[in-house]
C-alpha cells in the first residue's frame, strides 16, 4: 500500500467512524466482502466474462456469442469462482 493509499484509507475510516461510531465492529467483513468481490471479478473476467450495468454476461459455450449469467447458470454451467 502506497502512502497516498494509507493516508486516503485513513481518511475514510474517520469519516465512517464519525458517521457510524461501531464502523471497527464491521471493517473486517466489510473488508472481507470487497477482497471477495475482487476475487469474483479478476477469475470472471480471466474467464472471458464481461461486466455492465446489466450484470455479468458470460461468453456461450456453444457460440462463444456473450449470454447473461441467468442463461449460464440455467446451462448447469458453473461459474468461474466455483470451478
Do not use: F
Request: with cysteine; proline share 6%; net charge negative.
Amino acid at each position: 500500500m502506497t502512502n497516498d493509499n494509507s493516508t486516503y484509507r485513513a481518511r475514510e475510516n474517520l469519516l465512517l467512524l464519525e458517521k457510524c461510531p461501531t464502523w471497527y465492529d464491521h471493517a473486517d467483513k466489510v473488508h472481507a466482502a470487497i477482497a471477495e468481490q475482487d476475487r469474483i471479478y479478476k477469475l470472471r473476467t480471466k474467464a472471458g466474462w464481461e461486466l455492465d450495468e446489466g450484470g455479468w454476461w458470460a461468453p456461450s459455450p456453444d457460440t462463444g456469442e456473450l449470454i447473461t449469467e441467468w442463461d449460464w447458470l440455467e446451462h448447469g454451467l458453473p461459474s468461474p469462482e466455483d470451478s
